[in-house]
Nanobody
Framework: VQLQAYGGGLVQAGGYLRLSCAAS????????VGWYRQAPGKQRELVAR???????NYADSMKGRFTVSRDTAKNTVYLQMNSLKPEDTAVYYC?????????WGQGTLVTVSS
């Protein structure tokens, strides 16, 4: 499985962005897809995690602002981010949980200006 995350950029506070995580390879092996982020000087943290069955968990600070969705025809999982805040500035990563291992995509930078 290979993942490619894209869609980051510069946005003003209060704005929105949609990130994409495109999967290729043996996607039938994916049990869950997660979005994580890492701000400068901080540890990587969970943003949201969507299971194969569709149930999604969000970090508390993202609830109500971020939404994960999936387009099965495009093998892509999206992270819709609304009402962005400067503290949302980070490199965002997606990962895929397979049996016995986790695959990471490259990060995409989101910068929210005040």
């Amino acid at each position: 499985v290979q993942l490619q995350a894209y869609g980051g950029g510069l946005v003003q506070a209060g704005g929105y962005l949609r990130l994409s995580c495109a999967a290729s390879g043996s996607i039938f092996m994916i049990n869950a897809v997660g979005w994580y982020r890492q701000a400068p000087g901080k540890q990587r943290e969970l943003v949201a995690r969507r299971s194969r069955g569709g149930s999604t968990n969000y970090a508390d600070s993202m609830k109500g602002r971020f939404t994960v969705s999936r387009d099965t025809a495009k093998n892509t999982v999206y992270l819709q981010m609304n009402s962005l805040k400067p503290e949302d500035t980070a490199v965002y990563y997606c990962n895929a949980e397979l049996a016995g291992k986790v695959v990471w995509g490259q990060g995409t930078l989101v910068t929210v200006s005040s």
